[in-house]
């Protein structure tokens, strides 16, 4: 399944989650880009899967703005939309926000890949942000941290995409 994957990253999880699902869905056959290289015609491609982090709720603007040039063409081929994200309990929200009901009704698959807070890169208003996440997840044992990626999903996201 010739598949093209973008994606985009800050600190370098979506980036090793793209690597991981293009070695499931079998590395030969995947052509993956960092959304700001030159990205080459979906045309050529069998299935697109594109992938972002998340933050303050919102993924990042050339990824959705990709999404929304080329809507005409993901239609007509097979995709899937993944995040990386921390707020294990935001994650519905931050599917229905950033995705329309179009682009939803459309994927093969939207899922979450989990995340990395890797607050150590991190610096000024970033790195507050990220501590107050950690500081509220400690503090609400309701309030949910992802703390690395979930490579079940990454497995079922390549399954679903190769069973389709
Ligand atoms: C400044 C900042 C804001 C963030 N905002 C959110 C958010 O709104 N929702 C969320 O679930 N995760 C949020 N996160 C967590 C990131 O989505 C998570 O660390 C993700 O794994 C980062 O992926 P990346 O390494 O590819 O950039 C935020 C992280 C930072 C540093």
Redesign the pocket.
């Known amino acids: 399944m010739k598949t093209l994957i973008i ?11 793209a690597a991981l699902l293009a070695a499931n869905i079998g590395a030969d056959s995947c052509d993956l880009f960092e959304i700001s290289e030159e990205i080459p015609e979906i045309s050529g491609y069998e299935c697109v899967v594109l992938g ?7 993924i990042d603007k050339k990824i959705s703005a990709f999404i929304q040039k080329h809507k005409a063409e993901l239609f007509e081929t097979k995709f899937g939309l993944f ?6 309990e ?2 519905s929200e ?1 599917i229905t926000k950033n995705f329309s009901d179009e682009i939803m009704d459309h994927a093969a698959i939207i899922d979450c890949f ?5 607050v150590e890169n ?1 610096k000024g ?3 507050l ?2 501590n107050s ?1 950690i500081k509220i997840a400690k503090a609400d044992p309701n309030f949910r941290l ?1 703390e690395k990626i979930i490579p079940e999903s990454i497995t079922n996201f390549s399954d679903v995409l190769k069973e389709i």
């Not at 994606?7 to 989650?17: D, F, I, L, N, R």
Request: aromatic share 10%; glycine share 10%.
């Open positions: 994606y985009s990253t800050k600190t370098g999880t979506t980036k090793k989650c972002s982090y998340v933050r303050m709720g919102v995040i990386c994200c921390s707020l294990a935001k994650v931050a989990g995340g990395e807070l890797k991190l208003l970033e790195k942000a990220a996440f992802f």
